[in-house]
């Protein structure tokens, strides 16, 4: 039995001291980790876990007036394949080589950029080079794209199995496009460094968010990112731009431009009682033909103001009690020398005006008129003419939302930088020797819309944070009165008669939807230190007004430079611009409902709608799927006139060498019936032809230019 127990404590004490032993091992294996391998062991430990790894924040949308998304940042993914793990190189390749065919059969038939052999070569290859970084597509593709080939052979059964590697970056998208792009603005490549130019630049700190911080350690042969710090995502922008104006605004003036192959041309609309600025169009024609917005030139380009200026002469005049609105001014035959230079009037081969009054110097946009009676009021205190157009706030800078814009430049007569000389009056009174940004000329014809009141453009309504507005911005008010309610009255009748009047250059422009008041501008673009001349004449045409006339919601300007098409003309060029802006606005905002338009049992339409002039088998296929019954009539060119309740069909005569009459018919078909006659044809406006420079019946030859006008 003593045998028995002795060999128990023998057995236990074997096991204990063995224990004590491993523990002894133990702590001696720590000690020597924690001091001779210290330094080694830390290092490894350096290897698999990065700390302060910058967690980018998402950076800010920009909204439209509306709500609806203009700029956002989205991620899009590099895609790369990693040959070099373990699971494509177990048993010689084994998954690789059952899956490689799959897989690129995949590939080619989701991107359809390579054959499906030329995928399998590019895998196999990569594998035989054991490239650790292949780039399987070569552009970035979208997180849905991403999706559906994380679902391909291979690919699902995860990174660690197939190498697949994504490489995320962030992309500014817009979602309409071109409209606004300049002014919402761009965002640099490296999207660490903010916004570069519009409304991302100006706003870059308010929409860049503030970066987290995060520590990627390898845990369980993975890596695991943990966020220590969150980011804090950008704020967002509410604008004050409607897409619905700015893609009207867009599509008038490219369409103007194109017509008459126009280097740029700028369109801004803006709401007469808020400032808010609805569109601003910029654009820019490019080597090929086509059109851009490259710069923000509405707001940036100091140009001479040409005609659209006298307003502000004649506002001068008529504050300071220099002149009376029905004045006789004596223009003679339209030539006038001055300081030993010419103005000459539009109308100086016809024999000029003559005499006229005040009021018809501005509707028919008299230089000689206006320039005399400054000349008359000024001429021998220059000073007191500049310092009228300060008191009005000509001198001064907006604060404007968008990077880079300029204040307007009006010489001083005291200013020493640059020489007064004695016609530097004359040409200032009528948009000359000073440079006005477009978006100030627009301010200032607010001015006179809004009763006087001057106010500053805006482009933003509020910051938003989650959706909630923690910033704010409303109207701001330049001077309370710009001139006397008496002067102003008389302006916005003149300005009125430019469309109205019979000597009114603006005619065109005159719309039976809707009524505008406004002035044409006609200008010779300087060439810098070479002068007006140099390279042959270019012209920069505008128009300037507000509309609807008798209660104004929205002010417009509309200019073009350099049009090489068409002779100079801003009620013909700029003007027609803004009468399509006006009306297609008007038409946007009316409160017309489909109710009021409601068909009685008997009749198809309420009324008989206008078809214009055209191709008869096109206008009867129209009609009759609208269920509209036409007089059939046995010609290929067919015009009609309508009233209420009838329609008259009859046929149009078209002959080889003679001109057909194009009153009636769209562009497309009047381009495409004098396009057969191998005729040449300049199109200007909108709608319907009115008139044609040939009359109807005149003989003409291949190659003719003919010029036709729309409305």
Not at 1 to 26: E, H
Not at 123 to 132: D, L, N, P, S, T
């Amino acid at each position: 039995m003593a045998g028995k127990r002795d060999s128990i404590v023998l057995r236990f004490g074997i096991v204990y001291f063995g224990i004590v032993l491993l523990f002894v091992a133990v702590i001696l294996r720590i000690v020597y980790l924690q001091t001779a391998e210290k330094d080694e062991w830390l290092a490894v430990a350096a290897k698999s876990r990065k700390t302060d790894i910058v967690v980018k924040p998402n950076r800010g949308n920009i909204f439209a007036c509306d709500g609806r998304l203009m700029a956002s940042t989205i991620p899009t993914y590099y895609i790369y394949m990693d040959t070099r793990v373990p699971a494509l190189r177990d048993k010689d390749g084994q998954l690789f080589k059952e899956k490689v065919d799959s897989l690129a059969t995949s590939m080619s038939a989701y991107f359809g950029d390579r054959s499906k052999e030329e995928y399998k070569s590019m895998f196999k290859k990569a594998y035989r080079e054991k490239k650790g970084e292949l780039r399987i597509y070569p552009k970035r593709i979208t997180y849905a794209q991403l999706k559906e080939i994380k679902k391909m052979p291979l690919f699902k059964l995860g990174r660690n199995k197939s190498g697949l590697i994504t490489k995320e970056m962030l992309r500014r998208e817009k979602p309409f496009g071109s409209l606004a792009s300049r002014t919402i603005g761009d965002i640099y490549a490296d999207e660490s460094k903010g916004g570069k130019n519009g409304l991302e630049l100006f706003f870059n700190r308010e929409l860049i968010g503030m970066p987290g911080v995060s520590i990627r350690q390898k845990v369980a042969n993975k890596l695991e990112e943990t966020v220590t710090i969150e980011p804090i995502n950008g704020l967002d922008i509410l604008t004050t731009i409607d897409l619905n104006m700015q893609d009207i605004a867009e599509k008038a003036l490219v369409d103007s431009m194109r017509s008459f192959n126009a280097g740029n041309g700028y369109a801004i609309v803006m709401e007469v009682k808020t400032g808010e600025v609805k569109a601003l169009v910029n654009m820019y024609q490019n080597p090929d033909g086509t059109f851009t917005e490259n710069k923000n030139g509405a707001v940036s380009d100091q140009v001479e103001p040409g005609s659209t200026f006298k307003t502000f002469s004649l506002i001068a005049l008529l504050d300071e009690d220099k002149a009376k609105i029905d004045e006789i001014i004596h223009t003679g035959n339209g030539i006038w020398e001055i300081g030993g230079s010419l103005m000459r009037d539009h109308n100086a081969r016809k024999g000029g005006f003559g005499d006229i009054t005040l009021a018809e110097a501005m509707h028919g946009s008299s230089n000689v008129g206006i320039s005399k009676m400054v000349i008359k009021a000024w001429g021998d205190n220059p000073s007191g003419y500049v310092e009228k157009l300060y008191e009005m706030g000509f001198n001064e800078k907006f604060n404007l939302e968008i990077p880079g814009n300029s204040g307007p430049k009006i010489r001083h007569p005291k200013d020493k930088a640059r020489y007064w000389s004695q016609t530097t009056l004359a040409w200032m009174s009528i948009g000359y020797e000073t440079q006005i940004p477009p978006i100030y000329t627009l301010a200032f014809y607010n001015a006179i819309a809004n009763n006087g009141k001057l106010i500053r453009p805006y482009f933003v309504k509020a910051i938003l944070k989650n959706g909630e507005p923690i910033k704010t911005f409303t109207t701001e008010t330049i001077r309370k009165q710009i001139c006397r309610p008496s002067t102003l009255a008389i302006v916005k009748e003149t300005l009125l008669g430019v469309l109205e009047a019979p000597k009114g250059t603006a005619h065109v422009v005159s719309s039976k939807y809707v009524r505008i008041a406004g002035k044409t501008g006609t200008a010779q673009i300087s060439k810098g230190s070479s002068g007006y001349t140099a390279g042959g004449k270019s012209h920069q045409v505008s128009f300037c007004g507000y509309f609807p006339a008798d209660n104004p919601l929205y002010t417009c300007i509309v200019v073009i430079r350099e049009p090489k098409n068409g002779y100079p003309s801003g009620g013909g060029m700029a003007g027609t611009v803004f009468k399509s802006i006006a009306e297609e606005i008007m038409a946007l905002k009316s409160n017309l409902k489909p109710e009021r338009l409601k068909l009685d049992s008997t009749k198809m339409f309420p009324y008989m709608p206008e078809i214009k002039a055209g191709y008869a088998k096109a206008v009867r296929s129209v009609t009759s799927g609208i269920q509209l019954n036409i007089p059939t009539v046995n010609a290929n060119w067919i015009k009609s006139e309508a009233n209420d309740s009838t329609m008259r069909v009859e046929p149009l005569k078209v002959y080889k060498n003679r001109l057909p009459d194009l009153h009636g018919m769209g562009a497309k078909d009047a381009m495409f019936l004098l396009g057969q006659m191998g005729l040449r044809v300049q199109v200007t406006g909108r709608g319907k032809v009115t008139a044609q420079n040939i009359a109807a019946g005149s003989a003409v030859k291949k190659g003719q230019l003919i010029q036709i006008k729309l409305d």
